[in-house]
């Protein structure tokens, strides 16, 4: 008979009935904290962040949010920085979209900051297209404008 080598039976691949919907408590940053927007995941549990002190930090995901918590491009967090090195920093919690909206009504945020988006960086003019269909519409005035033409066989 095979022995387990897993880590548990059918109930821990159930889960432990840990529900992240409910409410919690807002935290506002402390001294040696600041808040951050994730610019660019970096792999490794280390991510790229822009901060709204105005600096880009390099940041490692704690062992408490690792696989627990999922950050992506465009969320807001809280930093913990370090004492010896300015450029560092751990990420400590990350906001909600909900959260980040009434950090930023308490003033905690700039306005600035653009909650729930995953380009951070780009134009500022919303619902611009950089495309120019000019050519592609005068080609098909062309073959329009030929009348209908016949193809025999052995034309083509």
């Not at 660019?40 to 709204?52: A, E, Q, V």
């Not at 980040?100 to 909650?115: D, F, H, N, V, W």
């Not at 000019?134 to 073959?143: N, T």
Request: hydrophobic share 25%; aromatic share 6%.
């Amino acid at each position: 008979m095979p022995k387990n080598k897993g880590k548990g039976g059918k109930n821990r691949r159930r889960g432990k009935n840990e529900s992240d919907k409910e409410k919690r408590e807002l935290v506002f940053k402390e001294e040696g904290q600041e808040y951050a927007q994730v610019v660019k995941m970096l792999g490794s549990g280390r991510l790229s962040c822009s901060c709204f002190d105005g600096q880009t930090r390099l940041a490692h995901i704690r062992g408490k949010l690792r696989k627990k918590v999922w950050i992506n491009n465009g969320d807001i967090i809280l930093l913990s920085l370090r004492d010896y090195q300015d450029d560092k920093g751990d990420v400590l919690i990350k906001y909600t979209a909900d959260e980040a909206r009434s950090l930023k009504q308490y003033g905690e945020l700039p306005e600035s900051a653009r909650i729930n988006e995953t380009d951070t960086y780009g134009p500022g003019d919303e619902g611009e297209c950089n495309f120019d269909f000019a050519d592609d519409q005068d080609s098909d005035e062309e073959s329009d404008s030929g009348g209908n033409k016949e193809i025999e066989i052995d034309d083509i």
